[in-house]
């Protein structure tokens, strides 16, 4: 008879595993992080943005995992690695051992356009390619952040989860047991070539029977998914010196994609911190228009059509929902909601003690600037691609009817600061994109527009920032009127084309943001101690966009050989398998949200224009 449980801590002690030590596998709903250790450690179910069903990154004892691993004496020596077949997003970790070597092999199907089946599939192959190792499997679900109650039921082939709002089941090719503990584990032993074989698949109206899958089963399944990988990889249109790279930093993108809609998520995780045992704990799981420019640019440039249209389409969506006043809110749900509100999971204790642990996130709310020129931009770089409709051209000219009313105004810029606004530098500058962009595309396109308005204005933010947000004292630009700190987000000025790299003044804040905010190739975003407080009064890891911003930007102004040992140097500080998290703390150590977007965007960015740079293509 099915038991209802609410997940409970095993008696055997677990511990966080670096956030570095995990792969990522998806199905462009949703992903799942697995470990070194064979754990699936976090997915949410049936979307990104859903609550987790397995949460034990954020709390190992009420969390919830699914992991499968070898059972070794505490004496015997292991090796643990993992890759990823090439040019795919299927995962292969392995334990090697003086006894005998074996595999998991993970990936999540995915779903064919137009699909009405509502399931999402995790495949586990578990198979010893050397010798013999004994393996234990345990499956403790943890429904709604660990807040939901389940029953869990043996069936023939299997075990099935049911909460309130989700069921999942359990296939195996072996005999489960429960675990006491609302979970269910197994213990086999596998020799060289055997193999065992576990699929997790969800549903909503509680009707599953799971079914094991044959080795034919398995073997299309997984000839199928590692085909979508490689056909939508062999697009890929970049062939420079970081193929390996750029070409990961697609795939992971492509991951954090949410198919229905083409957005595409900051990150697929919350909370993993920005400081171990800091507050700078956030939910990413939404889209950012921040990320726009960058993503358009860098689908583009790479030869992902489909990805950039479809991600337009979003932004266009979004642009036809203007506020009344005409202005726009600085992120929104995957699927285009407006409502993030920012709750605190206390029951959690957060990954490695790091609380609090939020979901949503209270900065939709805030007023942001700079988002207009980052979506101007990427309107901009998209319209050289394809053209854009009147409809939209139309709602741009009300959006910018409202900018020029309010870029004056004090926000709470790029980073977010939880403090109180400032006049921040950045969202001048990007207040000028915005308008600079709609000119340019008004001229290309004979659309009707306000031109010498727009002129004007764009003159006038120009001159300002020249004359305000520059500090003769400190010979740099700042971070915000008034002040005299420096600010990583200064390099923007030389991508977005708003100042020249050559220019003595940018020269000036390059060497500076060198001397104050960078530590050996990592490039902090200010330093808090002298910039606009954030609220939060807490320390953090570099950042590593801006480290790829320095990069490009020395390599634009004709430093190359400073360019390149940044690039290189930062490119030794993704995870085992090329990926990165926000940000990289003092010996190395991946923090922040994991694998993060903006990071990887700017990866692409700076290695296509590291590559133009040394071919002597580049024009600045």
Not at 3 to 20: D, G
Not at 188 to 205: C, G, I, K, M, P
Not at 321 to 333: A, D, I, R, V, W
């Amino acid at each position: 008879m099915a038991q209802e449980h609410i997940f409970i801590p095993s008696s055997k002690n677990r511990t966080y595993q670096p956030i570095e030590d995990y792969g990522v596998i998806g199905d462009l709903h949703t992903v799942a992080l697995v470990g070194k250790n064979g754990a699936i450690d976090w997915c949410c179910i049936p979307r990104f943005d859903a609550p987790s069903v397995f949460g034990a990154l954020l709390d190992v004892n009420k969390g919830g995992t699914f992991r499968i691993s070898p059972v070794f004496e505490q004496t015997t020596s292991v090796g643990r690695r993992q890759m990823y077949l090439p040019e795919t997003n299927i995962l292969i970790t392995r334990f090697l051992t003086a006894d005998g070597v074996g595999e998991i092999t993970d990936f999540m199907p995915i779903k064919q356009p137009g699909s009405k089946v509502l399931q999402h599939h995790i495949i586990r192959e578990v198979k010893v390619v050397r010798g013999s190792l004994p393996f234990e499997m345990v499956c403790t679900p943890a429904f709604n952040y660990g807040r939901d109650q389940h029953t869990t039921t043996i069936s023939n082939h299997g075990a099935i989860f049911h909460s309130d709002s989700l069921c999942l089941g359990l296939a195996a090719t072996i005999p489960l047991e429960e675990d006491g503990q609302g979970g269910v584990r197994a213990n086999f032993t596998l020799h060289t070539n055997q193999r065992a074989y576990f699929v997790l698949e969800s549903a909503q109206d509680h009707d599953l029977e799971p079914q094991p899958l044959t080795t034919r089963q398995y073997e299309r399944a997984f000839q199928e998914t590692m085909s979508y990988w490689q056909n939508w990889l062999s697009q890929c249109q970049y062939q420079g010196r970081w193929r390996e790279m750029v070409q990961r930093s697609a795939l992971v993108l492509k991951l954090l994609t949410y198919a229905p809609t083409g957005a595409i998520v900051a990150a697929p995780t919350t909370s993993l911190p920005e400081t171990l045992g800091g507050a700078r704990n956030w939910d990413y799981r939404y889209t950012w228009l921040r990320d726009a420019a960058f993503s358009i640019y860098s689908l583009l440039i790479l030869g992902f059509y489909q990805e950039a249209e479809a991600f337009m389409g979003w932004l266009d969506a979004r642009c036809h929902e203007l506020k009344e006043n005409g202005s726009l809110q600085p992120m929104y749900t995957i699927d285009g909601g407006h409502d993030l509100t920012e709750l605190t999971l206390d029951h959690l204790e957060g990954y490695r003690q790091s609380s609090p642990v939020r979901i949503g996130n209270g900065a939709y709310k805030q007023k942001q600037l700079d988002i207009y020129g980052e979506l101007m931009d990427s309107i901009y770089i998209f319209n050289r691609h394809q053209d854009i409709s009147y409809d939209l051209w139309h709602n741009l000219r009300h959006l910018l009817d409202w900018l020029g009313q309010h870029w004056q105004e004090p926000d709470e810029g790029i980073w977010e600061v939880r403090g109180g606004q400032q006049r921040f530098l950045h969202s001048r500058v990007m207040s000028w994109v915005a308008f600079d962009r709609a000119i340019r595309i008004a001229r290309h396109r004979g659309l009707p527009a306000p031109l010498t308005e727009w002129t004007n204005t764009s003159s006038q933010i120009y001159e300002e920032v020249m004359q305000q947000g520059w500090d003769e004292k400190t010979k740099s630009f700042i971070q915000y009127y008034g002040s005299d700190a420096i600010d990583a987000s200064s390099l923007l000025m030389v991508l977005t084309k708003f100042t020249g790299p050559t220019d003595p003044r940018m020269r000036d804040t390059i060497d500076r943001i060198q001397k104050e905010l960078t530590s050996d190739s990592h490039v902090y975003r200010y330093n808090p101690t002298r910039a606009a407080a954030d609220g939060l009064g807490s320390l953090e890891g570099t950042f590593s966009p801006c480290s790829f911003w320095l990069a490009e930007t020395l390599a634009r102004s004709g430093r190359l050989s400073e360019a390149r040992l940044v690039l290189e140097k930062m490119l030794t500080y993704s995870n085992h398998l090329g990926l990165y998290a926000e940000e990289i703390g003092p010996t190395g150590e991946a923090l922040g949200n994991f694998p993060q977007a903006f990071t990887h965007l700017s990866l692409i960015s700076t290695c296509y224009n590291m590559d133009r740079a040394l071919n002597g293509t580049l024009l600045r």
